[in-house]
């Protein structure tokens, strides 16, 4: 096993899996590298790095220990990154996980299009649509992004962002929180590092990055997010 394949298999906690599930975690071991590749983030780091992350948060930070819940994980975007991958996957893996894939990723990424008008509030929807695992998953997958945020070099994404989490990820998470404990906690730890996210901005540069005083701010969008803790 090359040293990425077994960070990734360390990241899934596959040694303490049974034998068919081990066997299962190595091919899709095997397919996050080939989907992700040589895929790079905006911030310049490999893309394998994200999910790997995201598969860490749901372990180690959210309790979730189901192996199928984090082979998801570990591909959560790989029908966004390449919408072909999904032969190879259902090949692989199996239609029901692909279908699972295809269920977590936005529905213009499965088109393989560019974002037209409309397709936020229908992954919005989508996003609403989701049962606890997989919407664990997805807030995982947000709260990776936030520690992540600011090595971003694109301010408008950088805004972007913040406000969809301000707005909508955790209004849906604190509404959630109670169906389980992993959702319970990933809206904690969801706030908490949105929380930590703003203090830090109000520290480096004296206001909130998507605060009423940029220039950039989009009409409508609150001056602050959330501050409430628990």
């Known amino acids: 096993m090359t040293p990425i394949a077994l960070t990734v298999w360390d990241a899934l906690g596959a040694n303490a899996w049974n034998p068919d599930q081990q066997k299962t975690a190595t091919i899709c071991v095997a397919v996050a590298l080939a989907v992700y590749g040589d895929h790079t983030r905006d911030q310049g780091t490999p893309y394998i790095h994200h999910p790997v992350a995201v598969v860490a948060i749901l372990r180690d930070e959210l309790g979730v220990t189901c192996p199928t819940a984090l082979m998801t994980g570990l591909l959560h975007d790989a029908l966004e990154i390449d919408p072909g991958a999904a032969e190879t996957i259902s090949s692989r893996l199996g ?7 295809a269920a977590i ?7 393989d299009r560019p974002k037209q008008p409309g397709d936020q509030e229908a992954w919005h929807r989508k996003t609403e649509q989701m049962p606890p695992v997989s919407l664990t998953i997805r807030l995982a997958d947000r709260i990776h992004n936030l520690r992540d945020l600011a090595n971003s070099p694109d301010s408008g994404r950088r805004a972007r962002f913040l406000a969809d989490v301000a707005e909508f990820h955790l209004p849906l998470a604190e509404s959630r929180r109670g169906l389980d404990p992993h959702l319970a906690a990933a809206h904690a730890l969801l706030l908490s590092e949105y929380n930590r996210y703003q203090r830090e901005e109000l520290c480096g540069e004296g206001r909130v990055l998507h605060g009423a005083d940029r220039t950039d701010r989009r009409e409508g969008l609150p001056p602050h997010g959330p501050q409430r803790d628990g």
């Open 95 to 101: 239609g029901k996980f692909t279908a699972r894939l």
């Open 105 to 111: 990723t936005p529905d213009h990424r499965l088109a």
